[in-house]
């Protein structure tokens, strides 16, 4: 099938997020296979009005936190509070009703402009912690709501395998809920994955370890090994918290960073999903290993993370995810890395708009290379947002994205395309029209 779409301004790549004006793409299976700059749109051509961005890429999501929206977010406590909570909602799904979890928080990043999603997984067995008769049920779940949502997704499945380390370095077990996250060890998770089946073209695996802690040093550095055996993405959170770098230097002597290093896990292939509280060294190494560093400044900010030095780690590349899913939004999430960052240096003007552009459109991370760009060859994914409406009014259009990253929303994301295929049209979802009263309804059913 073949179409032609002319984009009355585009963003290329350009570093100081420049756009062109007269864009025209032509798509077939859904592939970009011509770009040329006709000044007005040609017979037969759609008129995209206002600015055309590449798919924007979520290269970090726990879907099941979508149900903790407007239940966590105020009153006192921390990160390890809110872990409580979400414990719940993790004890209370099986494959059927994370299915339909999943759609609707997959349908919400469609209508956000999100053409791929990084689905970092570790919620794999029944409550008890045995496994389904299907052992990647629950994967399979996800894999199921991102082709109904229209989106490609990366399910990163995670490792994890212990409930947590204190502070002295004690290693603590998995118990009630977490026991639905471990495998038992690195070998079964191993074979467990060995088994996932995907269809490549719109799902494909990726590879995680949770955290330092929830696993050993030995049990990273055999995560790594598969990862890189199969060339695979591979991601991990790492110092997110204060508390995870005292009980990783009680523990081991070493930051989580160097933790990591030494057990080979940094490289271009890795995601390193927070990197707040990151000392000298730890920069020094996240740099030389051309690790991409993955920011979730919406969660960071609800949890009371800390802010990142992300000047300092440039320039490592960067992605950003929604995370626990506060809100659906890669422009919150791309602006907010360039306004923690003047919170944090008192300056302004580290990230300008092509930076953040590129780490919102940022595929690679989740192996998919071919994604994230308006040129021949590429993945045809368009996110179209008008500049005619009151949020973006005034706005220079030669100015675009400067408009877009610093003060458009999703709600201004007017149509999407995945893969050659409209999934949004007029900021309605084409295949979910009633997304977000079943989203309603199976949050209410699960009761956070």
């Known amino acids: ?10 963003w290329t790549g350009a570093a100081d997020g420049g756009v062109e004006h007269g864009i025209l793409l032509t798509v077939e299976n859904g592939r970009i296979t011509d770009l040329t700059r006709p000044p007005d749109p040609p017979a037969g051509a759609e008129a995209l009005r206002g600015l055309t961005l590449p798919g924007l890429a979520n290269a970090h999501s726990h879907a099941f936190h979508r149900a903790l929206r407007g239940r966590t977010h105020t009153g006192g406590g921390s990160f390890w509070t809110w872990r409580e909570t979400m414990y719940r909602v993790a004890d209370r799904l099986d494959p059927h009703t994370y299915l339909r979890l999943a759609r609707g928080a997959y349908a919400e990043m469609a209508l956000a402009g999100i053409t791929a999603v990084g689905e970092f997984h570790y919620l794999h067995h029944t409550p008890g912690g045995e496994a389904y008769p299907d052992p990647n049920a629950m ?17 990163l499945d995670v490792c994890y395998l212990s409930g947590g380390l204190d502070t002295d370095g004690t290693r603590q077990p998995l ?53 890189h055996e199969r060339d695979l993405p591979l991601h991990v959170h790492v110092s997110e918290q204060p508390a995870e770098n005292t009980a990783s230097l009680a523990a081991h002597g070493r930051t989580p960073v160097e933790v990591l290093d030494t057990a080979g896990f940094l490289g271009p292939r890795t995601s390193l999903v927070h990197a707040t509280h990151l000392t000298d060294d730890d920069v020094a190494l996240v740099r030389a290993s051309g690790a991409t560093v993955c920011l979730c400044p919406t969660t960071e900010r609800d949890l009371a993370d800390g ?16 995370d626990q899913h506060v809100l659906t939004d890669l422009f919150a999430e ?13 300056r302004r003007g580290t990230l300008g708009a092509g930076d953040l552009l590129r780490a ?20 045809a994914d368009l996110v179209n947002v008008p500049l005619d409406g009151i949020g973006l009014a005034g706005a220079p259009p030669e100015r675009a994205a400067d408009a877009a990253v610093f003060a458009a929303t999703a709600d201004h994301v007017r149509h999407v395309m995945a893969d050659g295929r409209w999934i949004v049209r007029g900021g309605e979802h084409m295949h979910l029209p009633d997304a977000a009263e079943d989203l309603d309804t199976v949050i209410k059913e699960l009761d956070p």
């Open 1 to 10: 099938m073949r179409s032609r779409h002319w984009a009355e301004w585009a």
């Open 139 to 155: 994967g399979q779940a996800l894999v199921e709501a991102a082709s109904q949502a229209g989106i490609r997704l990366t399910l």
């Open 175 to 227: 118990t009630g809920p977490q026991r639905r996250f471990g495998d038992g060890d690195v070998q079964s998770w191993a074979e467990r994955i060995r088994h996932l089946e995907l269809d490549g073209d719109h799902a494909r695996a990726g590879v995680a370890a949770h955290s330092v802690r929830a696993l050993t040093p030995d049990d990273l550095a055999a995560v790594a090994r598969t990862a």
């Open 307 to 322: 802010l990142p030095r992300t000047g300092d780690l440039l320039p490592a590349p960067l992605s950003l995810g929604t």
């Open 334 to 346: 791309a602006r907010g890395v360039e306004l923690h960052e003047r919170l944090r240096t008192h």
């Open 360 to 379: 919102a459109t940022h595929h690679a991370s989740l192996g998919w290379d071919d994604a994230g760009a308006l040129r021949v060859g590429a993945r």
